[in-house]
């Protein structure tokens, strides 16, 4: 072969662009070429692990501490600058700017806590137990509760309203119990599930959410749009979180694994190259100007 044909060749191979096809779970919807950059997101873990990806920061963690029991839940402050983890027991940790307002791990609960809110200027937030009690701290109202209610199924996730006056909780079998001024849009609660659901959303404009139920199945309501879902599709670990993008054109759901299926304007931007299963939230990291 002419020698200078082969110094071609080799030089186009060191220059060629290298692609690498993204992990069978990174479903990336890519029919919005204009939409905005990601804002990132974090992932918790049971055992108190943090994980951010594209903008998120990381500002820290409980992993290293000697947890009474697992974490549940998570929330971010207003400016996406802080985090707060809560644990099955009320036990709040809180990293960046997020401030302590109180716990519920020195009380008493009935039934334990499954999932968190925070208020509008991140100054609050709620806990609700798989019973719907309400733990109200800071500047967070109480609304409202289903703690003396008879629910046919618990409650798995709660969600706050746009304004921080209200809130929904959603049970497993997709009933919704909205207060204050959170509006009732639909549930899934006389619907036959394939599995339950695990969490929900509310849109920007606090006029929709949306709910995930374990298989990846989204269910859409008020201005909620449906961008997708990974229901009948998937067969390996079970979904275990959700979140919308900043937009509200799109949305994250974490599988146990901390894999991401990325819908609408949600772009992948990473997961923990970690062998876990005890992945258990995943949270928009707002972003301000």
Same mark, same amino acid.
């Given at each position: 072969?002419?020698?200078?044909?082969?110094?071609?060749?080799?030089?186009?191979?060191?220059?060629?662009?290298?692609?690498?096809?993204?992990?069978?779970?990174?479903?990336?919807?890519?029919?919005?070429?204009?939409?905005?950059?990601?804002?990132?997101?974090?992932?918790?873990?049971?055992?108190?692990?943090?994980?951010?990806?594209?903008?998120?920061?990381?500002?820290?963690?409980?992993?290293?501490?000697?947890?009474?029991?697992?974490?549940?839940?998570?929330?971010?402050?207003? !400016?996406?600058? *802080?985090? =707060? $983890? &809560? %644990? /099955? +027991? #009320?036990?709040?940790? @809180?990293?960046?700017?997020?401030?302590?307002?109180?716990?519920?791990?020195?009380?008493?609960?009935?039934?334990?806590?499954?999932?968190?809110?925070?208020?509008?200027?991140?100054?609050?937030?709620?806990?609700?137990?798989?019973?719907?009690?309400?733990?109200?701290?800071?500047?967070?109202?109480?609304?409202?509760?289903?703690?003396?209610?008879?629910?046919?199924?618990?409650?798995?996730?709660?969600?706050?309203?746009? !304004?921080?006056? *209200?809130? =929904? $909780? &959603? %049970? /497993? +079998? #997709?009933?919704?119990? @909205?207060?204050?001024?959170?509006?009732?849009?639909?549930?899934?609660?006389?619907?036959?599930?394939?599995?339950?659901?695990?969490?929900?959303?509310?849109?920007?404009?606090?006029?929709?959410?949306?709910?995930?139920?374990?298989?990846?199945?989204?269910?859409?309501?008020?201005?909620?749009?449906?961008?997708?879902?990974?229901?009948?599709?998937?067969?390996?670990?079970?979904?275990?979180?959700?979140?919308?993008?900043?937009?509200?054109? *799109?949305? =994250?759901?974490?599988? /146990?694994? #901390?894999?991401?299926?990325?819908?609408?304007?949600?772009?992948?931007?990473?997961?923990?190259?970690?062998?876990?299963?005890?992945?258990?939230?995943?949270?928009?990291?707002?972003?301000?100007?």
């Amino acid at each position: 072969m002419n020698r200078r044909l082969l110094v071609v060749i080799i030089a186009m191979l060191v220059t060629a662009p290298l692609f690498v096809a993204a992990p069978a779970w990174a479903v990336v919807n890519r029919s919005s070429p204009n939409a905005p950059p990601p804002t990132g997101y974090w992932e918790a873990e049971a055992n108190g692990g943090v994980f951010a990806f594209g903008n998120a920061g990381l500002y820290g963690s409980a992993i290293n501490l000697d947890l009474n029991k697992p974490i549940v839940g998570m929330a971010a402050t207003a !400016d996406g600058k *802080g985090y =707060w $983890l &809560v %644990a /099955s +027991d #009320g036990g709040v940790f @809180a990293y960046g700017d997020a401030g302590f307002y109180g716990s519920a791990g020195s009380t008493h609960l009935n039934q334990p806590i499954v999932g968190m809110a925070s208020t509008a200027d991140g100054k609050g937030y709620w806990f609700v137990a798989s019973d719907g009690g309400i733990f109200a701290y800071g500047d967070a109202g109480f609304y409202g509760s289903a703690g003396s209610l008879r629910l046919n199924k618990p409650i798995v996730g709660m969600t706050s309203a746009l !304004d921080g006056m *209200g809130y =929904w $909780l &959603v %049970a /497993s +079998d #997709g009933g919704i119990f @909205a207060y204050g001024d959170a509006g009732f849009y639909g549930s899934t609660g006389n619907l036959s599930l394939k599995l339950p659901v695990i969490g929900m959303a509310s849109t920007p404009s606090g006029r929709g959410y949306w709910l995930a139920a374990a298989d990846g199945g989204i269910f859409s309501y008020g201005d909620a749009g449906f961008f997708g879902s990974a229901g009948g599709h998937f067969h390996g670990e079970g979904f275990v979180g959700f979140t919308r993008t900043s937009t509200g054109q *799109g949305y =994250w759901i974490l599988v /146990s694994s #901390g894999g991401i299926f990325s819908y609408g304007d949600a772009s992948f931007d990473g997961s923990p190259l970690i062998a876990a299963n005890d992945f258990v939230s995943i949270v928009l990291a707002p972003q301000t100007a």
